[in-house]
């Protein structure tokens, strides 16, 4: 059955019932964002926010099933019944009370034309606490359909708590809601379980974003077109040029229907006029070969009568001058009539013609094949023209029988397409749709295919990415697919390869499932798009290996929560399984002299059609070797190799062997050709001189070489071979044999059989090499001998405090035997941030030696030769050269997850901090170095706990350069000075403030250096930055280099002193004019307050300053930085808290706050609930200005407090998360 209009003009008048429900006006979202923030109380009865309408029902307490009837009419303002109140800028509320509780919902109206990825923001409250539970449910409607629930689903349940609140967003709308002229959604309030007293539930702050078509998704899903002389289709995604520029075509599709339309002008007037004949012709069972199929070739027969580029199994036309349809189906021989249902709408007044064809009719094909064309009906000139596709001939006027090119449309009815693009031109593939489900929730997103214009890489606007999964109660299925480049990957839900011929081989998808619901989660083949009858269909679960058959059932496997699984998807044809053959079967070698030898070959050949790989080829049994090699070789199909086989025996004896040949033939895996022969003795001679080999001394650890001269002196011309050189010794031997065997000597030549002496201990070793041959009076024995010997080093140090270590392993490890020169010692190493006694010396690792006297250590034991590999701790590391000649820092490694980095590469990946530390006894003093020298220990910070440090071994000697400078111009970007903190004769030269462009006002591990231990010499004094949180192995730093002045202009470092001994400390920073640029020095200001300094200190004009320190008191100084010409900060200090920024921020912000007064200072971060979620401050603060980074990764969305106390001072602001 089919419909036919014939004029634009027709007017079709339908009676429809008045409904009390109505929905709101739309908003256009091309105009910007949606947004409700306020509803007031005093709003007239019947009047509704913009864009918005209240809604309510005739069921007391409706549950979710039950839908609206009518509209809300009722005050704003009412204290009693079921109402919606307005609560002004904290926007609605919904409560049931009494008995008549039918309340509601708010819709909103949307136009999303032209728009996608849409999505919601809301805030929900429980204002007031009932005994019954409510719910208060996002959901969405297309047109006038059903309405749905946004996944998830998105509900706010009324809380127990008064004034409980959830901040929702940003919610991404089904991609269905994209792209449509009326969209709605609607927050619905409704009963969930209980008696008694009803909730009151708050709704706020909603916000509808979205972004235009053409950015993140551009293709059609499954769009209806109305068949009403209006041209709806899509310029940008539908839209088709023809083989005339003044004629275009569109084409789309849903899921009943394919709508076809033309606009234009043939070449004699409108397409519209009279004596136009429009043809369709369709092919429902495409091929590869698009010639192929149950259709035919042949046109039906009209004035032009052409051969089709494919085999069509369905002709339409239509005919302008007296608005008919025809419609036939070829039977196997003839075009016949057919019965399919169209629809048709021809509009005269614009020339615009289309039509719609019930896809049921034409079987329901998961694809067709299309040719469209438009004939000027009369005789001599008359045209044929608009020819889709655009190449498919050139308009002409030659009438009769002609042949159409090679092109046409192909297309395949899946959602998420572009109807459109170049894509759909002589293409042909085919699609399957995974189905994904658990209790509630269901993912048929996922889809794998082929098809002749894809390719296997990243397709743009065909490979679509995966939508988001929300944050809870999701199962998402997606391709993974990170070699794709694409800014919106690398996680996809369709994934089309280029279609290839898989009758003999297989295609592989790989393909993830992610849920955070516990239970079954059952996997299946939701369709099978055009997939050829023959082509298997294989789910591999890649956690136990299990693979499902989709095309005979599904797969089921148990979740766990949040759990991601990871599977293959593979379809086509295997090919069969490698076959391997090996001729002959059997080796016979007959009789071989056992001074000669016989080979014999084996063909291995496949006979199946997956390579056959060959991973072994071996032979076992004596008197036979395998000539050449037998490594690792693949055969395709019908590929050959050739390998032998040598018989050489030794004595007149029968031998049987074996030549085994492994391989992936999984029914012949391990084949075995026996081996048969036979030998004929000839015996050689042998001498071996000398009888006795020394080795003199060697030191312990290290390796001598010797050898012994073998000779044949046989007389039957038989090569003599040694088959063994047992070293005979009881216990475990130092001398070993290092030749390799058998060794064949020819008659009259001789060699040299190697030996090695590598003595374990000190003192004399004695052994005896038995050299076994083929000889008569084998075996023939060597006596070795040999002398352990251990070698000393000797180092001086001088009385007081030494970082020092030993560049030996010595023979006895015990501090008490290393150091018994010494009347009285103190040995501490490093272990957990702290030092400990130390009751043993080794090497590689630095340790403090306290001594009243100067003192010589004099170590025996055995040098290292070789590199060596220690771990790292995460902090501070007491490390040392474990070589006699030192280690330079360019021989030093960093190895992370295996990897060796150079210090320098490793300090670029964040693992270490560069600087290497030496003390100085005289100076009391750090300085760093470039090298590691024999005998000293150094300091080294790791920025982690999983490292080693390897010292490569050098054969020279290290020169020793104490100090590494790193020199580079200042620059009012880049620019550092130094403090210099003394007293009592100990210096502390490491306290570092400035600026660089590429730092932070935060932690870097590149430039904020972590402060050395301080040296445990009584008099010793240590100057430092003070950071929490900045590193998890250190709150001390010598260095804190923030961003350029150009980033934040003021600045304020805020440093401790600590001295062991009391008396005077001298501040001191000679450097400061030359370290910072002229441009820094005339417009900023640089102070110096603290312990003791009544006026601030002037750090451009007073280069240093003194104050009396007591015994290991911690004092605190400030270095302020601010603006000339702005007052100075005691002058206009306040006690205030600035707005956070950014704001919104995610996932960090900065807090400005100053006080006036010195103080405790606490400043705290709050939830809106009132729950402590950072404590940021809590520290006595001298007057000044002060930022503080706030880190928020770990929090989620929505807003918080925070707030500023120092004594009856107080002060607090809001700030808002959002990710």
Known sequence: MFKIRATLSTIVLLALPLLAQTNPALFNLSTGAYSFTEWAAANAAGTYPANMKFHRTSTQDPELGVEMSSDYTLAYNLATGPRINGLGAEGISFVNTGTSGNLGAATVGLNATGRENIKVYFTAQTKVVGARTYGLRLQYRIGNGTWLDVPGPVEYISSGTQGHSLAFGPLTLPTECNNQAELYLRWKYYSISGSGTRPEIRLDDISVVSSPVGGAQTYTTFRTEAIDGNNGFSELNEKFNTTRQQISAYITWDADYLYFAYSGNTPGGSLTDNDRAIHLYIDTDPKPNPTDGTGTTSADAWRWAPTLPFSANYHYTFKTSDITEYRKQFDGSAWVPAGFTTANFKNPGTGYWEMSIKRADLGNPKQINLVAYVEEDWDNTASITGGVPSNLFTDNTTQGAIAFNPHFLNVSFIDKMIPGSAFTVDNHGWSLRLKATTTGYADTTAMAGMFRNATDDYDAGLDHPKAVAPPNNYLSVYFPRDDWESMLGPKFERDFKSLIDLSNTTKTWTLTVRSDQTGDITLSAASFEDIPANYEIKLKDNTNNTVTDLRAGSYTYTNGNAVTRNFELTIGVPPTNPLISIVPDTLQFGNVKTNATSTLAVTISNLGELPLTVNSMGVSGAGFSFVGSGAQVTLNQNDTIVRHVKFAPSSVAAFT????????????????????????????????????????????????????????????????????????????????????????????????????????????????????????????????????????????????????????????????????????????????????TSTVLVPARGYWLGTEVAGSVSVSGLPITSDQTFSLAGGWNMIASPFVNGTAKADVR?????????????????????????????????????????????????????????????????????????????????????????????????????????????????????????????????????????????????????????????????????????????????????????????????????????????????????????????????????????????????????????????????????????????????????????????????????????????????????KLVQGKNSDIKKLMLLK
């Open 894 to 1202: 960093i190895q992370k997850n295996g990897t060796f980095y150079t210090i320098e590469e490793a300090v670029n990946q964040g693992y270490v901090q560069r600087p290497i530390y030496i003390y100085s006894n005289g100076s009391g003093a750090y300085d760093t170095t470039t090298t590691l020298s024999a005998w000293n220990g150094n300091w080294f910070f790791a920025n982690d706990n999983d490292l080693n440090i390897k010292y490569l071994y050098q054969t020279e000697q290290t020169t020793p350069v104490k100090q590494e400078i790193i020199a580079a111009e200042a620059t009012n970007d880049d620019w550092a000075v130094t403090v210099k903190t003394s007293a009592n004769g100990a210096v502390d030269k490491y306290l570092v403030f400035g600026t660089n462009q590429s730092a932070t006002s935060g932690y870097d591990g590149v430039f904020d250096l972590a402060k050395a231990p301080m040296a445990p010499a009584s008099n010793a004094v240590e100057s430092y930055f003070r950071h929490e949180g900045w590193s998890n192995f250190t709150v001390k730093y010598g260095a804190d280099i923030r961003e350029p002045y150009s980033v934040n202009g003021s600045k304020s470092w805020e440093f401790k002193v600590v001295s062991n001994k009391a008396g005077v400390v001298t501040l001191s920073w000679e450097d400061i004019l030359a370290a910072i640029p002229q441009d820094i020095r005339n417009n900023y200001k640089f102070h110096l307050t603290g312990e003791g300094i009544n006026a601030p200190v002037n750090m451009l004009q007073v280069t240093s300053y003194q104050f009396t320190a007591a015994e290991g008191v911690v004092y605190t100084f400030y270095i302020n930085s601010n603006p000339v010409g702005v007052e100075d900060a005691l002058m206009n200090l306040d006690f205030s808290l600035g707005q956070n920024y950014p704001n919104p921020f995610n996932p960090s912000t900065m807090i400005l706050y100053s006080i006036k007064e010195a103080g405790q200072v606490s400043l705290v971060v709050y939830d809106i609930l009132g729950n402590v979620v950072a404590n940021l401050v809590d520290d006595y603060k001298q007057p000044g200005k002060y930022e503080v980074r706030f880190d928020a990764a770990n929090l989620p969305s929505g807003i918080y407090f925070y």
């Open 657 to 836: 062997g074996s030549l085994v040949v492994t391989s992936n033939d999984p029914l012949h895996g391990t084949v075995t050709v026996p081996l048969f022969g036979a030998g004929v003795l000839a015996a050689p001679g042998i001498t071996v001189r000398p009888s006795t080999l020394d080795f003199g001394s060697t030191l312990v650890g290290t390796t001598a070489n010797g050898s012994v001269w073998v000779k044949n002196t046989g007389g039957d011309a038989v090569d003599l071979v040694v088959s063994s050189v047992p070293v005979l010794r009881s216990g475990q031997s130092p001398f070993t044999f290092t030749g390799a065997l058998p060794v064949t000597v020819p008659y009259g030549d001789s060699v040299s059989l190697p030996f090695a002496f590598t003595p374990s201990a000190e003192g004399a070793a004695t052994g005896t090499a038995s050299i076994v041959s083929n000889a008569p009076s084998s075996p023939t024995d060597v006596q070795l001998t040999g002398t352990g010997t251990y070698s000393s080093v000797s180092h001086n140090f001088s009385a007081g405090w030494n970082l020092m270590s030993i560049p030996i392993n010595p023979t006895s490890s015990l501090a008490s035997d290393i150091l018994a020169g010494f009347p009285l010692y103190y040995l501490y190493g490093y272990s957990g941030g702290n030092y400990v």
